[in-house]
């Protein structure tokens, strides 16, 4: 398995481009989340997913787009950079359990680097 | 003010020692409590996880959860320079729910 895989490692944007974060992930996980972490700050949850065709706004939603058509992918859009989002930006996947004192743990792809200028 | 609250350090203690890594909340409906460990340049991953209160021990890790005074630690023995990284706590409310992190403390062990 290759677990959570995310592309680009590394990105830098102009203002006012849009691109699109890659994330994919083949332990058929329910869950899929796309986070970003910057200095002081921890990880955000920018936007998640519960299913195929089924996604929710996190804590910082705005100026990114998400959408799931298939159980492996999530994709994360940035619809016009902005340089307060550059950062580092984190997918991740798990299980949804039914409770009962399991945690589905939440496994993390390598990050997106990205840089707006 | 944040939900969970965690002292960013940095931290740095000789090779040996014991390190204790804490964190505090606000919301009492919190059940599960993780502790996440993040290598430079690395997506973080489990290290350990505790549901409600109590004490968890894994090898040379040990998790506490004191929920009556929402207060949460990691305690590292026999510290390694291989446990120089950040430690982020997370919390969620249910085994399905979205998970909050705190900050993160970053941890340097010197050999």
């Known amino acids: 398995n290759a677990g959570v895989t995310q592309t680009p490692k590394f990105q830098v944007l102009k203002t006012g481009q849009s691109m699109t974060l890659q994330c994919a992930q083949d332990?058929?996980?329910?869950?899929m989340s796309w986070y970003r972490q910057d200095p002081g700050m921890g990880l955000r949850l920018i936007h998640y997913?519960?299913?195929?065709?089924?996604?929710d706004q996190g804590e910082v939603p705005n100026g990114y787009n998400v959408s799931r058509s298939t159980t492996e992918d999530f994709p994360l859009r940035l619809l016009s950079a902005a340089p307060s989002q550059t950062s580092v930006y984190f997918c991740?996947?798990?299980?949804?359990?039914?409770?009962?004192?399991?945690?589905?743990?939440?496994?993390f792809g390598p990050g997106t680097r990205l840089t707006v200028l | 003010q944040k939900e969970v609250e965690q002292d960013p350090g940095p931290l740095s203690v000789p090779e040996g020692a014991i390190v204790s890594l804490n964190c505090t909340y606000s919301n009492s409906a919190f059940q599960y409590f993780m502790w996440y460990r993040q290598y430079s340049r690395k997506g973080p991953e489990l290290l350990m996880y505790?549901?409600?209160?109590g004490n968890k021990e894994d090898g040379r890790f040990t998790a506490q959860v004191d929920k009556s005074s929402k207060y949460i630690s990691l305690f590292i023995r026999d510290s390694q320079p291989s446990d120089s990284a950040t430690y982020l706590c997370a919390m969620s409310y249910s085994s399905a729910s979205k998970i909050i992190f705190g900050s993160g403390t970053r941890l340097s062990i010197r050999p």
């Open positions: 997913s519960v299913g195929a065709g089924i996604t």
């Open positions: 991740a996947s798990s299980y949804a359990r039914s409770g009962g004192g399991a945690y589905n743990e939440q496994f």
């Open positions: 332990m058929n996980h329910e869950y």
């Open positions: 505790t549901y409600s209160s």
